[in-house]
């Protein structure tokens, strides 16, 4: 079974930046076959996507709330997706999960493996 470990998180004020990791281990589908993704799920509310890159790198896509603030990127040398988190505000406070899937896609439910996440928190 693949299981998935982020970390990166912590507690930071609004325009700083935070880099986080989820690395993938185990048996099962080979890191560089599958399509990797962040989401993150705020106190009260629903998980929810937040990018997605394709197993080559070469196509990625962000939700409206983090395109030009967040970039994704892996290295499957190393079976690590990064989420790089630029000019962070008090609404990206939440818990960050990686998730694994057979392709990068938006929608939750695509995904079949999960990390535990990491807390990411905002301050103003």
């Known amino acids: 079974q693949v299981q998935l470990v982020e970390s990166g998180g912590g507690l930071v004020h609004s325009g700083d930046s935070l880099r986080l990791s989820c690395v993938a281990s185990g048996r099962g589908r080979a890191f560089s076959d599958s399509g990797m993704a962040w989401f993150r799920q705020a106190p009260g509310k629903e998980r929810t996507f937040v990018a997605a890159?394709?197993?080559?790198?070469?196509?990625?896509n962000y939700a409206d709330s983090v395109e030009g603030r967040f970039t994704i990127s892996r290295d499957n040398r190393v079976n690590t997706v990064y989420l790089q988190m630029n000019n962070l505000i008090p609404e990206d406070t939440a818990i960050y999960f990686c998730?694994?899937?057979?392709?990068?896609?938006?929608?939750?439910?695509?995904?079949?493996?999960w990390g535990q996440g990491t807390q990411v928190t905002v301050s103003s």
């Open positions: 998730a694994s899937g057979r392709q990068a896609k938006v929608r939750r439910d695509h995904y079949d493996i």
């Open positions: 890159i394709s197993w080559s790198g070469n196509s990625v």
